[in-house]
């Protein structure tokens, strides 16, 4: 199976702060016809994932634009370009370009 | 709006049987593949597997094949997960989900426990 490590696994942060987190993949991304099937989640507290940006960069319809993803391969970034109250919560890379689909280890991003 | 509501989630004791639900609104159920991923109580969030649009092709994750079946009835725009001989590491909250991650029902607690 695919392992995705995320770092960090807590990431501490003003608001208006600009963060970033990694995932790293044990293995490309690159499926055979030529996409990249790299997502990133946000859980806030007492809810379900949902989606922020997929295919490594595209940003989900609704979701704010200071939230962008980038990489290639085996490794990828989620930044936030100025964090809101609002994105409090857990991030989540998920694979599903070889199956079965892996989900990263998760980064908590708390207020400092 | 897309709508996923899962159920049958509850205290179950090892290695009895248990059938959950999720019933989906708001699109052309059987336009889509559907999937399940669980949630540990530890936040770990794994596959299950997924299922094509008429039901003809499923995947698993390979440690779950064994016990896990996914099914659909699309007359009732519903899909299925059961579970046989469940175990104390399955205790997880479980969510279907449709487009790979794109939308998520709320999950139900399943819970396995003497």
């Known amino acids: 199976d695919v392992v995705l490590t995320q770092t960090p696994p807590t990431l501490s942060a003003t608001i208006g702060q600009s963060v970033s987190i990694s995932c790293r993949s044990s293995q490309s991304l690159l499926h055979s016809n030529g996409n990249t099937y790299l997502n990133w989640l946000l859980q806030r507290p007492g809810q379900p994932p949902q989606l922020l940006i997929y295919?490594?960069?595209r940003l989900e319809s609704g979701v704010p634009n200071r939230f962008s993803g980038s990489g290639s391969g085996t490794d990828f970034t989620l930044k936030i370009s100025g964090v809101e109250a609002e994105d409090l919560g857990v991030y989540y890379c998920?694979?599903?370009?070889?199956?079965?689909?892996?989900f990263g280890g998760g980064t908590k991003l708390e207020l400092k | 709006e897309v709508q996923l509501v899962e159920s049958g989630g509850g205290l179950v004791q090892p290695g009895a049987s248990l059938k959950l639900s999720c019933v989906a609104s708001g699109f052309t159920f059987s336009d889509y593949w559907m999937s399940w991923v669980r949630q540990t109580p530890g936040k770990t969030m794994e596959w299950i597997g997924d299922?094509?649009?008429?039901?003809?092709?499923?995947n698993y994750a390979p440690s779950l094949k064994n016990r896990f079946t996914i099914s659909r009835d699309n007359a009732k725009s519903t899909l299925y997960l059961q579970m046989s001989n469940v175990r104390s590491e399955d205790t997880a909250t479980y969510y279907c989900t449709r487009d790979h991650t794109a939308y998520w029902g709320q999950g139900t607690l399943v819970t396995v426990s003497s």
């Open positions: 295919l490594v960069s």
């Open positions: 299922i094509k649009y008429d039901g003809s092709y499923t």
């Open positions: 998920v694979q599903s370009t070889h199956a079965p689909w892996t």
